[in-house]
């Protein structure tokens, strides 16, 4: 039998939120490969799914990779390089290597990275990629505030752009998504409400949507300088250019 | 018991791609509604349903609503509002309805006008939504080309913006989705090609993502004028600033 690497979404959070192909998948890989950021720091997407692992006769091989930390594109390239490397002898022995990943795999996600040097560097591996739930539409659904209706254009933004870019972007955009962290916006309101968006314009801020912790607070974002805001790397804010009619009051949950 | 009403995304057309919740949920409910743009065609959302809800001992019954293919608004209003009453109806008797929709109920869809309406005209109904995979992710997961990587800023353009407008939003972003259609994308690389992106951009144009029909093409910006591009209604095209190393080929399957 022919081995194969498997990128897995396996969601937002809620081990609800993965796809039938996702379980299928986990419930049958030789090897379930999870990315890890810190050696001490337990892998999100292995909770998110530790119970299909449990339920079955044969647990797999659980293969933790270590990603360092580091801005150094070089340490960096190697470092994907050589889990690559360890996937692809895997796979050569016929193997089914389920790599998974929060969201989905193809969205700021870690799986990219290894992605990309293994269709560079093994491009013999056979790939697969199974697409899952972002927090994008998690957040939207939590919060009941449509992410895109119509002809609205949406932008999303990572961390780390520039406040002054960002009002560029807003001047042409009906809905911004800032994704992960709430960092540093309080300080983007007044740049937001000098680019076509106004005080009455819609927030949204979810934070660990569809886990456990979830909290979501819902606005206008005239109100977001008095929000008591707690920074997590795991926040979104979605933001609608008009007032939303059924959400008129601040809201929080 | 308390009855529902909950929005369920069944994913961009894969049967598999479809949540573990979104299953539960059309296992249990009494009713499944679908939207139904013309009387005579048949509804996607439902066909990609049809096996989870044939399992069932006890079928539910299926609520197929109506929606005018009209830009009058008040005439749209009013049939939103005539099927939120209905479904209203049938929440109160204790009843859990389903409505399903393509994709993820908060993202460029139908259920989003229900939805305004059932909170605006019948705030006591109980409501839920169970987010789905969109064509997005599922695009860019057939395509093996990230949506978004790093500190990429993504555009998502929905069909019917105007081109000038496209062009404004292209110089500040790094990568565009066109969603809904391939109509006018010939017309619409120069106008990129003078706004950031180049003819060595990347370019995919995924049609019916994940069905039966599904069709990919991979290229550079610069292929498209030679592309044979069939126009259908469930195309999406991925545009990324930057040449793809894993795609350096035309690649048209």
């Known amino acids: 039998m022919r081995g194969k690497f498997v990128g897995v979404g396996v969601g937002p959070g809620d081990p609800e939120l993965i796809t039938v192909k996702a379980v299928k998948t986990l419930k049958t890989a030789d090897v379930i490969s ?46 994907w390089s050589e889990n690559a490397r360890i996937i692809a002898e895997k796979v050569e022995t016929g193997k089914t290597i389920a790599f998974i990943t929060l969201g989905d ?78 960092k540093g916006l309080k300080k983007l309101v007044p740049i937001l409400e000098k680019s076509g968006f106004t005080k009455n314009s819609t927030i949204v801020l979810v934070r660990r949507c569809s886990m456990p912790e979830e909290k979501v607070m819902i606005g206008k974002l005239g109100d977001v300088k008095n929000w008591d805001i707690h920074e997590d790397y795991f926040s979104i804010s979605i933001i609608k250019e008009n007032e939303i009619q059924n959400n008129k009051k601040e809201n929080v949950t």
């Open 34 to 79: 999870t990315p890890k950021a810190h050696e001490n720091k337990p892998s999100l997407a292995l909770a998110i799914v530790k119970h299909i692992l449990e339920e079955r006769e044969r647990p797999p091989e659980v293969l933790e990779l270590v990603f360092p930390m580091t801005k150094d594109k070089e340490e960096l390239k190697s470092s």
């Open 105 to 182: 795999p193809m969205f700021y996600s870690t799986f990219i990275y290894l992605c990309q040097r293994m269709t560079e560097e093994h491009p013999e591996v056979n790939l697969e990629i199974i697409p899952g739930v972002t927090s994008l539409t998690a957040c939207a659904a939590v919060s009941k505030i449509p992410l895109a209706e119509k002809n609205e254009v949406v932008a999303i933004i990572p961390s780390g752009i520039d406040s002054n870019r960002i009002g560029e972007i807003a001047k042409h955009a009906n809905s911004l998504v800032l994704m992960k962290g709430s």
